[in-house]
């Protein structure tokens, strides 16, 4: 697959009015997540948004977010109109949900690549298929490759292909939110050497099993909330 060359070092985001800082890349991420994961308490209110930022699986880096912290990544989305409040009737607490796919006009494959690189960091394109099964059920790696050029091919562009680390056989890839530049041959080759940056296939699946676990018992908990308030 052919992708857009781009000059080691150079800042791709130069034009970018958009550009995100971690916690809003975290919340935005989530929201998308949860839309596919949860449908049933989606749009999510303050409180279920910052656990699910706070999540400890399918994180990284894993964070620890206050829901003050949370509540003004939130402002600063709902100003760059990527997150929407939403009121639903009959609700006490107000409720988001977010416009990604209305604002970069993507559909759910390319939403679903491109939500594993704002969750996960720089990820080859076989890591993101294990990854992304619950958003999207990608066929082949190929198919994912086609929803990475897509983003990548956008102006500006939402991802790029980092260059290869000597003795690697897959490339990988990085969202483009957070105005970040391409990092060069060898800061990659040190990130690639790193412990926590590779992680294979099992427990990638491992991981995401205890997640859809860790959404059953939320979405059950939320069931029981619901059900005990109507006898107040």
Avoid: W
């Amino acid at each position: 697959m052919e992708s857009r060359n781009v000059e080691a070092g150079g800042d791709v985001n130069a034009d970018r009015g958009l550009i995100l800082d971690p916690v809003e890349i975290r919340v935005l991420a989530v929201l998308a997540e949860k839309e596919a994961l949860t449908p049933d308490n989606y749009p999510l209110s303050l409180n279920a948004l910052t656990g699910g930022c706070n999540q400890l699986s399918s994180r990284d880096l894993v964070m620890n977010l206050s829901e003050y912290t949370v509540q003004e990544a939130l402002r600063g989305l709902i100003q760059k109109r990527l997150v929407a409040e939403v009121s639903q009737a009959g609700a006490r607490v107000a409720k988001y949900e977010h416009r990604l796919r209305v604002r970069f006009l993507l559909e759910q494959d390319k939403l679903a690549v491109l939500t594993m690189l704002m969750l996960r960091g720089p990820q080859t394109a076989g890591e993101i298929r294990a990854r992304s099964g619950r958003m999207h059920d990608f066929g082949t790696v190929a198919d994912v490759e086609a929803g990475l050029q897509f983003l990548i091919d956008k102006f500006p562009p939402l991802a790029a292909r980092l260059p290869r680390a000597p003795g690697t056989k897959e490339a990988r890839y990085m969202h483009l939110l957070a105005g970040d530049e391409i990092p060069d041959a060898a800061a990659v080759a040190a990130s690639e050497a790193a412990p926590a940056a590779s992680r294979g296939d099992r427990l990638a699946l491992l991981e995401e099993e205890v997640a859809r676990l860790r959404d059953e018992y939320a979405r059950l908990a939320q069931q029981f909330e619901d059900f005990r308030k109507q006898f107040e």
